[in-house]
């Protein structure tokens, strides 16, 4: 009699373990063919779904005449709606990775064209809600923030960024690596436009919420120097070299000192130190 309930507690064992395998085999067949299925069908949605999934997580994005597919797609016209702003983003193309949704990082290569302003870059969402960006391109007129910097400038503003981090909470930058440029650069005086140069910016954070800044700019209005600004603190730290040829109007060169406030030395430089908080 022992035997035999030994032999019946091994055979229950042994086919409650099968039982268990094969159920947890059906499930895994059961997900890996819902998985398929719906990966079926958004391979083969069109582009207006891209849309309809950006509407709630980017309401200010307007996106309108979709062409394509939900993986790859473009809309042939694009703006964002800051207030009672409608800035016009031009042509938007996207080009989503599968797997990235598998791993619940939403990754895509987006591009924007709009005359002179275009960006390229590939965005990453974070299941935390940070946007990391990779290999980022971008320029924008400086006329085209008149709105928010009513300045008397002129060129084209560039970036060259192999990554940033932006989170949701403050400091908003939590990582940044690349280069800032104005190209073309001109400043109006009086009556005319003067140009000043060219001018690139070396960006770096590798503390967080830190920034620090070299500048070099050549032309008629050279420009050495570096700043650091601290988001967290919220203070800032700038020296500048600025080297003015006798090409600029007289009135300009002299107005520099007055405009910047800093000290001219015997050789017609212009050094400039601030720092302070905001």
């Not at 309108?64 to 042939?76: D, L, M, N, S, V």
């Not at 709606?81 to 409608?86: C, E, T």
């Not at 440029?181 to 000043?196: H, K, M």
């Amino acid at each position: 009699m022992s035997s035999f309930k030994n032999s019946l507690a091994s055979f229950s064992a042994v086919n409650g373990g099968a039982l268990l395998r094969t159920a947890r085999r059906r499930r895994i067949s059961v997900a890996a063919a819902a998985v398929w299925f719906f990966a079926s069908l958004l391979w083969t949605a069109p582009a207006s779904l891209m849309v309809a999934v950006l509407k709630p997580i980017a309401p200010q994005l307007e996106l309108q005449i979709p062409e394509g597919g939900f993986w790859r797609g473009r809309a042939g016209a694009a703006f964002w709606q800051n207030n009672d702003q409608r800035i016009a983003l031009g042509t938007v193309e996207w080009r989503l990775s599968p797997w990235s949704l598998l791993w619940l990082h939403p990754g895509a290569h987006i591009t924007a064209n709009y005359g002179q302003q275009f960006i390229d870059a590939n965005v990453r969402l974070s299941p935390l809600g940070s946007v990391q960006l990779r290999d980022v391109r971008a320029a924008l007129p400086v006329a085209a923030l008149a709105h928010w910097l009513p300045m008397p400038a002129d060129g084209l503003l560039g970036l060259k960024l192999a990554r940033v981090e932006i989170a949701r909470r403050e400091p908003l930058v939590r990582e940044l690596e690349g280069e800032a440029s104005w190209q073309q650069a001109a400043w109006q005086w009086s009556s005319r436009w003067v140009a000043l140069g060219d001018y690139s910016c070396q960006l770096d954070m590798k503390e967080s919420a830190r920034i620090h800044a070299v500048l070099q700019g050549q032309g008629a209005l050279a420009a050495n120097g570096e700043a650091t600004v601290n988001f967290k603190d919220k203070d800032y730290s700038l020296q500048l070299l600025l080297s003015p040829t006798e090409s600029l109007p007289q009135e300009f060169r002299e107005g520099l000192g007055l405009f910047l406030g800093g000290q001219r030395d015997a050789q017609g430089h212009w050094q400039i130190k601030r720092s302070g908080k905001w």
